[in-house]
C-alpha cells in the first residue's frame, strides 16, 4: 500500500511540473498578460517555508518547549484576569508608597517651623555653611575656598553611583543672589536644623531619593549633599522658587489676567523689559491656573485675538503660544488704563459665571511705565469692599512720578507693588506676587500636600550626570509649604519656604506587577488635568546619543496617546476620580512606529487615594485576559533557576531590594534564594511571581541541555548561519545560547540593555514576544531590526510563540526564536527560487532572470530579501509603487492610518535671540560702548535710543535663520496583511503595458514571495511611502483647539484670602541708579580679554559689598586682598548684559 502512494505522490508531482511548464508556454504564445506562472511560486515558497521552518524549530527548540509545558497542563490553573479586582489592589500599592513619601515630608515641615520658632535673627551673624558650588574647591595655596570646606563625598549605588555625603546636605545659592547675604545667612542657619530629620526619613524609607528644602529668601538645601558645578557658559540656572513644585505649594490656583501697557511712551527697553517680565510672570503659572494676555493703548488688544473674552489653562503649550505674540507686540499712542481695568474685572467675572477655570484665587498683572490716577471709582465698581481680586502692578523704568498711584493700587486691592529698572530685576520682582498668594495658605495653617505632573529637570546636578549616561529621569515631586509659626507675625502670613522629594516614574512601575497584565497589557496614571504621569507611549525625549527634552513633554494628554477614544470617555472617567471600565479598539503602532497592532482593549481605572493621580490597567482580549498557575518543589525551581543561561528581567521586581541597605547589592536571583530559605524576614518578595518563576524555571530547563547538543554537534550548522537561540516566558525568565563565540556574533546589540524593544522592560514585553503571540501558533515570526546602521540589518530574528493549551483562551507560556545571519537567510531564498519546474532541468523562469524582479517581504511590506541589496529593510511600496497600490486595491494588504500627537517636525525660523550676538567679541564690545553712550544721554531721549542701538547689533542674528524643531501632530500609515488571503496574482495597465505579479504566502511565516514582471516600466505611479505628514489646522480651526477646555478636577483645598490678613505689606519702589563707575567697570570687563581691577578703587565706586556680590559669584572671576581678577569669555555670557548685574 505505501508503494502505491508512493508512486501516485510522484506522478503527480510530475504532472505539477508538467503542466506549469506548459502552461507558461501558452502564456508566453498566447500573448495571455500573466506571463509569470502561480504554480512555479507557489512550489519556490513551499520550499523555502519548508527548509525555514526547519532550521527555526530545530535550533529554537520551539518543539520541544511546547511539549514540556504539555506535560505541565495538569498541574497548571488558568485563570481570567480580574481588571477591576487588579487595578484597585496597584492602586493600593501606590497610595502606600505616596504616604510614605508625604510623611517624610510632613517631618520635615515639623522641624523646619520649630527650628525658626526658636531662631532670632541677628544681621550679623557670621556663619560657615557647605555652599554646594564651592565644597571641595582650593585657591592656588592649596586652601579651602570660604564656604567650601572638605566635604566627603562617596559614589552611593543608590543614588545611581553619584557621588554623595549621606550625613549632610549642601546649599545652593541662586547666582544673581549674594550668597553671605544677612537674610541667607540666618535662613541658612536655623534649617541645619534639618539635616537630622533628612537622615532620619532615609533610615525609615530606604527608597526616598533627594529630599530638600527651598526658601523663600531663594537658597536651596539639598540632601544627601551633592557637589554642584556651573553650565557650560559657568552659569547654575537654578532658582527654586520658580520651580512647578515651589509654586504649586506656596500657592493655591489662580485666575490670572496680564495687563500690559504699549502706549508710546513704553518704546525701546522698557518695552523689551515689559515683555520679560509677562513671560517671566507665564513661568510662575502651572497646570491648574487659568490666564490671558490684554496689552492696551487707547484701544485694547487680546495677544491672541482669538480669544477675546475668555482664560485658557497655563500649561506649556498655551504659555509658548503666547511668548511667540509677546515678540510682535509695539510700542504708540496713549495708555488707557480705566479702560483696561474695566475689560480684566469684566473678563474674571465672566469666566467664573462660567465654572471653568481654578475658581479660587484672582488677580490682575499691571505691567506698565506709570497710571495718571488711582481709578478709585474702577476698584469700587468691580472689586470693593470685598476686593477678591488681587491687583500686582510692575512699574517698569527708572521714573517713580507714577510710583505713589500704582502702590495705592496695589495696597487698596490686597495686592503688591514693585519697580523693574533693568532685565536683570525682573525674575526677583515678580516672584513677591506669589509670597503675597501664599499669606492666606498661611494664616490658616493649611500645610497642604502637592503632587506635580512628570518632569525633568535638567538643572539640577544629579539630573546634568545622569543626562550623560542613563539619560535625563522622569519624575514627580510631592510638595508641602514652611510657615513662620511666630506669633507676632501671623496675620503677616511670612512663607518660609517648600520642602519636597523626588520620586522617579521608574518607582511607579516597580509597584506594577507586569506578569500579571499580559504580554500587550499595561498600566497607566494621569493627573487631575488628565495629563499623563506614567504610560508607555509617552515619549518625552527626541534625538540620537545625548536626548533632549520635547517642549510640551510634561503636558501630554492621556486623549493624544488613547487617541481611538474620541469622546474622551475614559479620560473624563479617570479625571473625575471614578472608578470602572470601558472597551474599544486599538492600534498599537510597535517596532519605532513602523508596525501596527489591531488589539481588542479593556481598561480598568480607578483613583489613588490622597493623590490627584488616576489609574488605570488596559488588558488586551484573548491571551491577554488569562494568567496560569504552575506549581513545582522549591528545590526544583531553585535548582534550574542557577543556570548560568538563566536570566530574569532587570526592571521587574521580584523581590524589593530598596527597602534595606544590605540588600541594595543582590541579583534578583540572589534576593529569591535569600527569601526562600526563610533567613531573611525583612525581604520583601512577590510570592506568585516567584512561584511562577521557578515553575518556568523547571519547564525551560531541558532546553539548556537540547541546545548545548547541537552546539557540540560538528555536523550541525557547520556554516554558522544560525548564531543565537533564545527564550522569554511570562514570567520575565529567559534563556540565551550562543552557537558561535561572542566576537563573532553579526549583531552585537540583541537581548543587550542597548535593544530597549528587544528585553523585558518595565512596561512592556519584547518586541519579538509581542509579534510571535499575534501570529497563528506554530508560525514563526521573522523579521529585520530596524535600528540605525547598516550592520544591524544584517541579521534575521524567527520568533514563535508557545500556548499552554489548544484553545482560544490559552495564554501564552513563552516565546522562542533564533538569530541568523541575513547572507544564510538570503541564501537558502534564492536556493529555493532556483527550483525547477521542467522535467529535461531546464527553468523556463527563475529568479534569475533579467526580465522578473523577486522579493520576500513580511506581513507589513517590509522587504527581507530582494536583488537590490540597498532595498533591504525597506518597504515595498517605496520600490513597487504600482504593485503595492494593486495589492492594497486587491485587498491582500490594508493601510492602517494612525496619529502621532507627540511629533515634532522641522521649521524654517528666520527670527534669532538676539542675545546670541554677545557671544561675539566684537558685538560684545560694540554692545557694552554703545549701552555705555546710551546711559551717558538717557535723560535726554528716555529709554527709545536703546532700541535703535540694539536693532543693528541683532540685524546680523535676524538675517541668519535657523532651522528648528516644534511639536506638532502628524498622520502616518502602517500596512498590514489580509491573513486570509494566502495567494493572489495581479495586472496592472502602465500606460499600453501590463506589468503581472504573483504573491504567495511562505507557508508557516509571516512572509509573502512576490514575483514582479519588470519588462513593463510603470514609473508613473507614485511610490508608496510610510513617511508621517503633518496635519494642518486652518486658523478657524486652531482657534477652536485653543478656546477647547477639555474635562480637569480642581484641587480639592483653595485659600484665595484671609480676613485676618495684612494687607498694608504691599511693597515699594527701590530704584537703583548705577555710578558712572559701575557703568565704566561693565564696559572694562567687555573691552579686555582678562581684566584687571584694583581692588581699592572697585570698592570706591562700587561698594564691598556689591564687589564680592556682584563679582564673586561670576563665572571666571576671582578675588584677592588687592585685584578683582574675570576672565570675561565665560562671565560676560552670564546676562544680557554685565552691567545688569549691578542695577
Same mark, same amino acid.
Given at each position: 500500500?505505501?508503494?502505491?502512494?508512493?508512486?501516485?505522490?510522484?506522478?503527480?508531482?510530475?504532472?505539477?511540473?508538467?503542466?506549469?511548464?506548459?502552461?507558461?508556454?501558452?502564456?508566453? +504564445?498566447?500573448?495571455?498578460?500573466?506571463?509569470?506562472?502561480?504554480?512555479?511560486?507557489?512550489?519556490?515558497?513551499?520550499?523555502?517555508?519548508?527548509?525555514?521552518?526547519?532550521?527555526?524549530?530545530?535550533?529554537?527548540?520551539?518543539?520541544?518547549?511546547?511539549?514540556?509545558?504539555?506535560?505541565?497542563?495538569?498541574?497548571?490553573?488558568?485563570?481570567?484576569?480580574?481588571?477591576?479586582?487588579?487595578?484597585?489592589?496597584?492602586?493600593?500599592?501606590?497610595?502606600?508608597?505616596?504616604?510614605?513619601?508625604?510623611?517624610?515630608?510632613?517631618?520635615?515641615?515639623?522641624?523646619?517651623?520649630?527650628?525658626?520658632?526658636?531662631?532670632?535673627?541677628?544681621?550679623?551673624?557670621?556663619?560657615?555653611?557647605?555652599?554646594?558650588?564651592?565644597?571641595?574647591?582650593?585657591?592656588?595655596?592649596?586652601?579651602?575656598?570660604?564656604?567650601?570646606?572638605?566635604?566627603?563625598?562617596?559614589?552611593?549605588?543608590?543614588?545611581?553611583?553619584?557621588?554623595?555625603?549621606?550625613?549632610?546636605?549642601?546649599?545652593?545659592?541662586?547666582?544673581?543672589?549674594?550668597?553671605?547675604?544677612?537674610?541667607?545667612?540666618?535662613?541658612?542657619?536655623?534649617?541645619?536644623?534639618?539635616?537630622?530629620?533628612?537622615?532620619?526619613?532615609?533610615?525609615?524609607?530606604?527608597?526616598?531619593?533627594?529630599?530638600?528644602?527651598?526658601?523663600?529668601?531663594?537658597?536651596?538645601?539639598?540632601?544627601?549633599?551633592?557637589?554642584?558645578?556651573?553650565?557650560?557658559?559657568?552659569?547654575?540656572?537654578?532658582?527654586?522658587?520658580?520651580?512647578?513644585?515651589?509654586?504649586?505649594?506656596?500657592?493655591?490656583?489662580?485666575?490670572?489676567?496680564?495687563? +500690559?501697557?504699549?502706549?508710546?511712551?513704553?518704546?525701546?527697553?522698557?518695552?523689551?523689559?515689559?515683555?520679560?517680565?509677562?513671560?517671566?510672570?507665564?513661568?510662575?503659572?502651572?497646570?491648574?491656573?487659568?490666564?490671558?494676555?490684554?496689552?492696551?493703548?487707547?484701544?485694547?488688544?487680546?495677544?491672541?485675538?482669538?480669544?477675546?473674552?475668555?482664560?485658557?489653562?497655563?500649561?506649556?503649550?498655551?504659555?509658548?503660544?503666547?511668548?511667540?505674540?509677546?515678540?510682535?507686540?509695539?510700542?504708540?499712542?496713549?495708555?488707557?488704563?480705566?479702560?483696561?481695568?474695566?475689560?480684566?474685572?469684566?473678563?474674571?467675572?465672566?469666566?467664573?459665571?462660567?465654572?471653568?477655570?481654578?475658581?479660587?484665587?484672582?488677580?490682575?498683572?499691571?505691567?506698565?511705565?506709570?497710571?495718571?490716577?488711582?481709578?478709585?471709582?474702577?476698584?469700587?465698581?468691580?472689586?470693593?469692599?470685598?476686593?477678591?481680586?488681587?491687583?500686582?502692578?510692575?512699574?517698569?523704568?527708572?521714573?517713580?512720578?507714577?510710583?505713589?498711584?500704582?502702590?495705592?493700587?496695589?495696597?487698596?486691592?490686597?495686592?503688591?507693588?514693585?519697580?523693574?529698572?533693568?532685565?536683570?530685576?525682573?525674575?526677583?520682582?515678580?516672584?513677591?506676587?506669589?509670597?503675597?498668594?501664599?499669606?492666606?495658605?498661611?494664616?490658616?495653617?493649611?500645610?497642604?500636600?502637592?503632587?506635580?505632573?512628570?518632569?525633568?529637570?535638567?538643572?539640577?546636578?544629579?539630573?546634568?550626570?545622569?543626562?550623560?549616561?542613563?539619560?535625563?529621569?522622569?519624575?514627580?515631586?510631592?510638595?508641602?509649604?514652611?510657615?513662620?509659626?511666630?506669633?507676632?507675625?501671623?496675620?503677616?502670613?511670612?512663607?518660609?519656604?517648600?520642602?519636597?522629594?523626588?520620586?522617579?516614574?521608574?518607582?511607579?512601575?516597580?509597584? /506594577?506587577?507586569?506578569?500579571?497584565?499580559?504580554?500587550?497589557?499595561?498600566?497607566?496614571?494621569?493627573?487631575?488635568?488628565?495629563?499623563?504621569?506614567?504610560?508607555?507611549?509617552?515619549?518625552?525625549?527626541?534625538?540620537?546619543?545625548?536626548?533632549?527634552?520635547?517642549?510640551?513633554?510634561?503636558?501630554?494628554?492621556?486623549?493624544? +496617546?488613547?487617541?481611538?477614544?474620541?469622546?474622551?470617555?475614559?479620560?473624563?472617567?479617570?479625571?473625575?476620580?471614578?472608578?470602572?471600565?470601558?472597551?474599544?479598539?486599538?492600534?498599537?503602532?510597535?517596532?519605532?512606529?513602523?508596525?501596527?497592532?489591531?488589539?481588542?482593549?479593556?481598561?480598568?481605572?480607578?483613583?489613588?487615594?490622597?493623590?490627584?493621580?488616576?489609574?488605570? +490597567?488596559?488588558?488586551?482580549?484573548?491571551?491577554?485576559?488569562?494568567?496560569?498557575?504552575?506549581?513545582?518543589?522549591?528545590?526544583?525551581?531553585?535548582?534550574?533557576?542557577?543556570?548560568?543561561?538563566?536570566?530574569?528581567?532587570?526592571?521587574?521586581?521580584?523581590?524589593?531590594?530598596?527597602?534595606?541597605?544590605?540588600?541594595?547589592?543582590?541579583?534578583?536571583?540572589?534576593? /529569591?534564594?535569600?527569601?526562600?530559605?526563610?533567613?531573611?524576614?525583612?525581604?520583601?518578595?512577590?510570592?506568585?511571581?516567584?512561584?511562577?518563576?521557578?515553575?518556568?524555571?523547571?519547564?525551560?530547563?531541558?532546553?539548556?541541555?537540547?541546545?548545548?547538543?547541537?552546539?557540540?554537534?560538528?555536523?550541525?550548522?557547520?556554516?554558522?548561519?544560525?548564531?543565537?537561540?533564545?527564550?522569554?516566558?511570562?514570567?520575565?525568565?529567559?534563556? /540565551?545560547?550562543?552557537?558561535?563565540?561572542?566576537?563573532?556574533?553579526?549583531?552585537?546589540?540583541?537581548?543587550?540593555?542597548?535593544?530597549?524593544?528587544?528585553?523585558?522592560?518595565?512596561?512592556?514585553?519584547?518586541?519579538?514576544?509581542?509579534?510571535?503571540?499575534?501570529?497563528?501558533?506554530?508560525?514563526?515570526?521573522?523579521?529585520?531590526?530596524?535600528?540605525?546602521?547598516?550592520?544591524?540589518?544584517?541579521?534575521?530574528?524567527?520568533?514563535?510563540?508557545?500556548?499552554?493549551?489548544?484553545?482560544?483562551?490559552?495564554?501564552?507560556?513563552?516565546?522562542?526564536?533564533?538569530?541568523?545571519?541575513?547572507?544564510?537567510?538570503?541564501?537558502?531564498?534564492?536556493?529555493?527560487?532556483?527550483?525547477?519546474?521542467?522535467?529535461?532541468?531546464?527553468?523556463? /523562469?527563475?529568479?534569475?532572470?533579467?526580465?522578473?524582479?523577486?522579493?520576500?517581504?513580511?506581513?507589513?511590506?517590509?522587504?527581507?530579501?530582494?536583488?537590490?541589496?540597498?532595498?533591504?529593510?525597506?518597504?515595498?511600496?517605496?520600490?513597487?509603487?504600482?504593485?503595492?497600490?494593486?495589492?492594497?486595491?486587491?485587498?491582500?494588504?490594508?493601510?492602517?492610518?494612525?496619529?502621532?500627537?507627540?511629533?515634532?517636525?522641522?521649521?524654517?525660523?528666520?527670527?534669532?535671540?538676539?542675545?546670541?550676538?554677545?557671544?561675539?567679541?566684537?558685538?560684545?564690545?560694540?554692545?557694552?560702548?554703545?549701552?555705555?553712550?546710551?546711559?551717558?544721554?538717557?535723560?535726554?531721549?528716555?529709554?527709545?535710543?536703546?532700541?535703535?542701538?540694539?536693532?543693528?547689533?541683532?540685524?546680523?542674528?535676524?538675517?541668519?535663520?535657523?532651522?528648528?524643531?516644534?511639536?506638532?501632530?502628524?498622520?502616518?500609515?502602517?500596512?498590514?496583511?489580509?491573513?486570509?488571503?494566502?495567494?493572489?496574482?495581479?495586472?496592472?495597465?502602465?500606460?499600453?503595458?501590463?506589468?503581472?505579479?504573483?504573491?504567495?504566502?511562505?507557508?508557516?511565516?509571516?512572509?509573502?514571495?512576490?514575483?514582479?514582471?519588470?519588462?513593463?516600466?510603470?514609473?508613473?505611479?507614485?511610490?508608496?511611502?510610510?513617511?508621517?505628514?503633518?496635519?494642518?489646522?486652518?486658523?478657524?480651526?486652531?482657534?477652536?483647539?485653543?478656546?477647547?477646555?477639555?474635562?480637569?478636577?480642581?484641587?480639592?483645598?483653595?485659600?484665595?484670602?484671609?480676613?485676618?490678613?495684612?494687607?498694608?505689606?504691599?511693597?515699594?519702589?527701590?530704584?537703583?541708579?548705577?555710578?558712572?563707575?559701575?557703568?565704566?567697570?561693565?564696559?572694562?570687563?567687555?573691552?579686555?580679554?582678562?581684566?584687571?581691577?584694583?581692588?581699592?578703587?572697585?570698592?570706591?565706586?562700587?561698594?564691598?559689598?556689591?564687589?564680592?556680590?556682584?563679582?564673586?559669584?561670576?563665572?571666571?572671576?576671582?578675588?584677592?586682598?588687592?585685584?578683582?581678577?574675570?576672565?570675561?569669555?565665560?562671565?560676560?555670557?552670564?546676562?544680557?548684559?554685565?552691567?545688569?548685574?549691578?542695577?
Amino acid at each position: 500500500m505505501q508503494v502505491d502512494r508512493s508512486k501516485v505522490r510522484a506522478w503527480s508531482a510530475c504532472f505539477l511540473l508538467l503542466s506549469s511548464t506548459l502552461s507558461y508556454g501558452i502564456i508566453e +504564445v498566447g500573448g495571455f498578460h500573466q506571463s509569470i506562472p502561480p504554480s512555479v511560486v507557489k512550489l519556490w515558497a513551499s520550499a523555502f517555508g519548508g527548509e525555514m521552518k526547519s532550521i527555526s524549530a530545530k535550533y529554537s527548540g520551539s518543539q520541544l518547549l511546547q511539549k514540556k509545558y504539555k506535560e505541565f497542563d495538569r498541574a497548571v490553573r488558568v485563570e481570567e484576569i480580574d481588571g477591576l479586582r487588579l487595578v484597585k489592589k496597584l492602586a493600593e500599592n501606590m497610595e502606600e508608597m505616596f504616604h510614605k513619601k508625604a510623611q517624610a515630608m510632613k517631618r520635615l515641615v515639623v522641624a523646619a517651623e520649630e527650628a525658626h520658632l526658636q531662631h532670632e535673627e541677628d544681621p550679623d551673624l557670621l556663619y560657615e555653611y557647605f555652599n554646594a558650588v564651592l565644597i571641595n574647591e582650593v585657591d592656588e595655596e592649596g586652601n579651602n575656598v570660604e564656604l567650601g570646606g572638605e566635604f566627603i563625598l562617596q559614589p552611593n549605588d543608590h543614588f545611581n553611583n553619584l557621588s554623595v555625603n549621606l550625613s549632610l546636605s549642601v546649599v545652593q545659592v541662586p547666582t544673581n543672589m549674594y550668597n553671605k547675604d544677612s537674610a541667607i545667612v540666618n535662613g541658612v542657619y536655623w534649617s541645619e536644623a534639618l539635616n537630622k530629620v533628612f537622615v532620619d526619613n532615609f533610615e525609615r524609607d530606604p527608597s526616598l531619593i533627594w529630599q530638600y528644602f527651598g526658601s523663600a529668601k531663594g537658597f536651596f538645601r539639598q540632601y544627601p549633599g551633592i557637589k554642584w558645578k556651573p553650565d557650560e557658559h559657568g552659569v547654575i540656572a537654578f532658582d527654586c522658587r520658580n520651580r512647578k513644585w515651589y509654586i504649586q505649594a506656596a500657592t493655591s490656583p489662580k485666575n490670572v489676567v496680564i495687563l +500690559v501697557d504699549v502706549s508710546g511712551s513704553m518704546k525701546g527697553l522698557r518695552l523689551t523689559i515689559a515683555r520679560q517680565t509677562v513671560s517671566s510672570i507665564l513661568d510662575t503659572l502651572g497646570d491648574d491656573d487659568f490666564f490671558n494676555i490684554i496689552a492696551y493703548n487707547e484701544e485694547l488688544h487680546y495677544v491672541e485675538p482669538c480669544l477675546n473674552g475668555t482664560l485658557v489653562q497655563a500649561d506649556v503649550a498655551n504659555k509658548d503660544h503666547f511668548r511667540e505674540h509677546l515678540d510682535k507686540l509695539f510700542a504708540q499712542g496713549i495708555g488707557m488704563l480705566n479702560i483696561a481695568l474695566s475689560e480684566a474685572f469684566n473678563l474674571l467675572n465672566e469666566f467664573n459665571e462660567t465654572g471653568r477655570g481654578s475658581e479660587c484665587s484672582q488677580a490682575i498683572m499691571l505691567v506698565t511705565d506709570g497710571a495718571v490716577d488711582t481709578y478709585d471709582a474702577i476698584f469700587a465698581k468691580f472689586n470693593w469692599p470685598d476686593r477678591k481680586v488681587r491687583i500686582f502692578p510692575y512699574l517698569i523704568g527708572r521714573e517713580s512720578a507714577f510710583a505713589d498711584n500704582l502702590k495705592w493700587m496695589a495696597c487698596a486691592n490686597k495686592g503688591y507693588f514693585t519697580q523693574i529698572s533693568t532685565l536683570a530685576d525682573v525674575q526677583e520682582n515678580v516672584m513677591e506676587y506669589l509670597h503675597v498668594l501664599s499669606r492666606p495658605k498661611v494664616i490658616d495653617r493649611e500645610h497642604d500636600t502637592v503632587w506635580t505632573e512628570a518632569y525633568i529637570d535638567s538643572t539640577l546636578p544629579q539630573a546634568q550626570k545622569l543626562d550623560d549616561g542613563q539619560g535625563p529621569v522622569l519624575m514627580t515631586t510631592v510638595a508641602m509649604p514652611v510657615f513662620s509659626t511666630k506669633n507676632e507675625t501671623r496675620n503677616h502670613g511670612i512663607l518660609l519656604g517648600v520642602v519636597g522629594t523626588d520620586v522617579p516614574v521608574s518607582e511607579l512601575l516597580k509597584t /506594577i506587577p507586569k506578569y500579571k497584565l499580559g504580554i500587550h497589557g499595561y498600566a497607566f496614571a494621569i493627573t487631575n488635568n488628565g495629563y499623563i504621569l506614567t504610560h508607555p507611549d509617552l515619549r518625552p525625549l527626541y534625538g540620537d546619543g545625548k536626548k533632549r527634552r520635547k517642549p510640551n513633554y510634561s503636558s501630554v494628554d492621556l486623549s493624544e +496617546v488613547e487617541w481611538e477614544d474620541k469622546d474622551d470617555t475614559l479620560r473624563n472617567a479617570m479625571v473625575n476620580r471614578k472608578t470602572g471600565t470601558f472597551s474599544m479598539e486599538v492600534k498599537k503602532s510597535i517596532d519605532k512606529g513602523k508596525r501596527v497592532l489591531v488589539l481588542q482593549n479593556d481598561y480598568y481605572y480607578t483613583d489613588i487615594q490622597g493623590t490627584p493621580f488616576s489609574l488605570g +490597567v488596559a488588558l488586551s482580549r484573548g491571551h491577554g485576559k488569562f494568567f496560569f498557575a504552575g506549581n513545582v518543589t522549591v528545590e526544583e525551581g531553585l535548582h534550574d533557576l542557577e543556570h548560568p543561561d538563566v536570566a530574569l528581567a532587570d526592571e521587574w521586581t521580584y523581590c524589593n531590594t530598596d527597602d534595606h541597605p544590605e540588600h541594595r547589592y543582590l541579583t534578583q536571583i540572589e534576593a /529569591i534564594k535569600r527569601y526562600l530559605s526563610g533567613h531573611e524576614p525583612q525581604l520583601r518578595c512577590d510570592k506568585d511571581l516567584v512561584q511562577e518563576v521557578l515553575f518556568d524555571a523547571v519547564v525551560t530547563a531541558p532546553l539548556e541541555a537540547y541546545w548545548t547538543s547541537l552546539v557540540l554537534n560538528k555536523s550541525e550548522n557547520s556554516d554558522k548561519g544560525v548564531e543565537i537561540a533564545y527564550l522569554g516566558t511570562r514570567t520575565g525568565l529567559s534563556r /540565551i545560547n550562543l552557537f558561535v563565540v561572542p566576537n563573532k556574533l553579526t549583531s552585537q546589540d540583541f537581548l543587550t540593555a542597548e535593544d530597549k524593544e528587544g528585553v523585558f522592560n518595565a512596561d512592556h514585553f519584547p518586541l519579538w514576544y509581542k509579534r510571535a503571540a499575534e501570529q497563528v501558533p506554530g508560525t514563526f515570526v521573522y523579521s529585520l531590526p530596524f535600528n540605525t546602521g547598516s550592520e544591524n540589518k544584517s541579521v534575521v530574528l524567527a520568533s514563535t510563540a508557545i500556548q499552554l493549551l489548544d484553545e482560544r483562551k490559552s495564554p501564552i507560556a513563552a516565546a522562542v526564536g533564533i538569530q541568523m545571519k541575513l547572507d544564510f537567510f538570503q541564501r537558502k531564498f534564492w536556493t529555493a527560487s532556483r527550483q525547477c519546474a521542467a522535467l529535461d532541468g531546464k527553468c523556463s /523562469i527563475s529568479c534569475d532572470d533579467e526580465d522578473i524582479n523577486c522579493y520576500l517581504i513580511d506581513n507589513n511590506g517590509f522587504i527581507l530579501v530582494a536583488e537590490d541589496y540597498t532595498l533591504t529593510g525597506k518597504f515595498f511600496g517605496e520600490a513597487e509603487g504600482a504593485v503595492m497600490s494593486k495589492l492594497l486595491q486587491m485587498g491582500s494588504f490594508k493601510r492602517v492610518t494612525l496619529y502621532d500627537y507627540q511629533a515634532l517636525c522641522w521649521v524654517y525660523s528666520e527670527s534669532s535671540d538676539s542675545g546670541n550676538a554677545l557671544f561675539d567679541p566684537y558685538f560684545a564690545f560694540l554692545s557694552a560702548v554703545k549701552w555705555l553712550l546710551t546711559e551717558l544721554v538717557i535723560f535726554l531721549v528716555e529709554f527709545n535710543l536703546y532700541s535703535w542701538w540694539q536693532s543693528d547689533l541683532t540685524a546680523k542674528a535676524q538675517r541668519t535663520g535657523r532651522a528648528m524643531q516644534v511639536p506638532c501632530d502628524t498622520e502616518y500609515p502602517a500596512f498590514v496583511s489580509e491573513r486570509t488571503i494566502k495567494e493572489n496574482t495581479g495586472n496592472i495597465d502602465c500606460d499600453g503595458c501590463i506589468k503581472s505579479f504573483v504573491i504567495q504566502q511562505i507557508p508557516s511565516s509571516n512572509l509573502f514571495m512576490v514575483v514582479v514582471d519588470n519588462k513593463c516600466d510603470c514609473s508613473m505611479f507614485e511610490p508608496i511611502t510610510m513617511d508621517p505628514v503633518e496635519i494642518m489646522y486652518n486658523e478657524s480651526l486652531k482657534c477652536e483647539r485653543l478656546k477647547m477646555q477639555k474635562d480637569r478636577r480642581r484641587p480639592d483645598t483653595c485659600h484665595p484670602f484671609h480676613p485676618e490678613e495684612n494687607s498694608m505689606e504691599c511693597g515699594g519702589a527701590h530704584t537703583l541708579t548705577p555710578s558712572f563707575s559701575a557703568t565704566l567697570l561693565c564696559v572694562l570687563l567687555a573691552l579686555f580679554p582678562r581684566s584687571f581691577i584694583t581692588l581699592k578703587w572697585a570698592e570706591s565706586c562700587l561698594g564691598s559689598s556689591h564687589i564680592e556680590s556682584g563679582l564673586s559669584f561670576l563665572p571666571g572671576c576671582q578675588m584677592s586682598e588687592t585685584n578683582v581678577c574675570c576672565d570675561t569669555t565665560s562671565a560676560f555670557r552670564q546676562t544680557h548684559g554685565l552691567c545688569d548685574l549691578f542695577g
